[in-house]
């Protein structure tokens, strides 16, 4: 598997301000990353560095081996970005809009535009003025300005930041085919539902890389697994039973359901319903607590900070 994105102690510092700090990350082809951190944690600047925007205060990153600060024209033919606030001319339409664009590169343009005007559900409104579009219109015409002259890595910025709850889910439709399609796609995003349903990895980011993993198996590493037992009736006795097994490492009760912790869960999950069932239980169901992207976010940056402290 070949490396798409690579950054070698990347670093940005506006004065005494360090926006970024010696951020060292691997995405691979046909990946789809999410960057996640808190707003001002450096995600925009990192986009922008990566992008050939800005230049690195020290460090470097590689874009397909192309170095972002000292070859910024190649670069931009291999790369496509997607802004948090991408910037139209509201009294052009959308297909000029595109047609000005697509003339900066090497292709046909006419043929470009129409392709993903048609791809980005557009094309019935595509000589309309784009100052009438709506917010996800301009989202999907902007997805379609990055991707006109077919880029093999995108970077795209809170795509679905101030979107409508229905516009988002588009967008996200929109970038769950790009990932399909084997692009490398470089998700800066703070909303964890998004990450969780569209990221093979997840980066989290605060200034620095906190960690950069599956989301599963950031699961297993912070979280023990945990079975859940629902009752017919809770009582003392399948308690006190429970919390003798020497396997069971903890046990919460929340009303007729009890939360247990063991220590092999795979092994030791058959041998817990059988002795819950021979001091009398009657289970209405058995299942493993899942953990959402939410919780382990809030524990790797509860960690963070308390490294720091």
Request: hydrophobic share 40%; with cysteine.
């Amino acid at each position: 598997m070949s490396v798409m994105i690579e950054t070698f102690n990347l670093t940005k510092k506006f004065n005494n301000l360090t926006a970024v700090e010696d951020l060292c990350i691997q995405v691979n082809k046909g990946e789809i990353l999410g960057f996640l951190g808190p707003n001002g944690a450096g995600k925009t600047t990192t986009i922008r560095m990566l992008a050939g925007i800005i230049a690195p205060t020290k460090g470097y990153a590689l874009v397909k081996g192309i170095r972002t600060d000292e070859e910024v024209e190649k670069l931009h033919e291999i790369i496509g970005l997607l802004t948090e606030t991408p910037g139209f001319y509201g009294r052009l339409s959308a297909r000029e809009n595109l047609l000005y664009f697509a003339r900066f590169y090497d292709i046909d343009a006419d043929s470009q535009v129409d392709k993903y005007l048609q791809k980005m559900g557009l094309w019935e409104r595509r000589n309309d003025k784009v100052g009438t579009f709506s917010k996800g219109m301009k989202q999907r015409l902007a997805l379609a300005r990055c991707l006109i002259h077919e880029p093999e890595v995108l970077f795209l910025d809170e795509p679905t930041s101030g979107l409508d709850p229905e516009s988002a889910k588009e967008v996200r439709e929109l970038i769950m085919k790009l990932g399909k399609e084997g692009r490398t796609i470089f998700l800066s995003t703070h909303n964890l539902e998004e990450a969780e349903l569209l990221c093979d990895r997840i980066a989290v980011f605060r200034t620095g890389l906190v960690v950069i993993d599956t989301p599963q198996n950031l699961k297993q590493r912070l979280f023990q697994r945990q079975v859940i037992v629902e009752l017919e009736k809770v009582d003392q006795k399948i308690i006190s039973a429970v919390k003798s097994l020497d396997f069971v490492l903890d046990v919460k009760e929340d009303g007729r359901q009890l939360t247990i912790e063991l220590r092999d869960f795979d092994k030791n999950r058959p041998e817990l319903v059988r002795c819950i069932v021979e001091r009398g239980g009657n289970i209405t169901s058995v299942f493993e607590k899942r953990h959402s992207l939410e919780e382990i976010y809030l524990t790797l940056v509860k960690e963070e900070e308390e490294m720091k402290a």
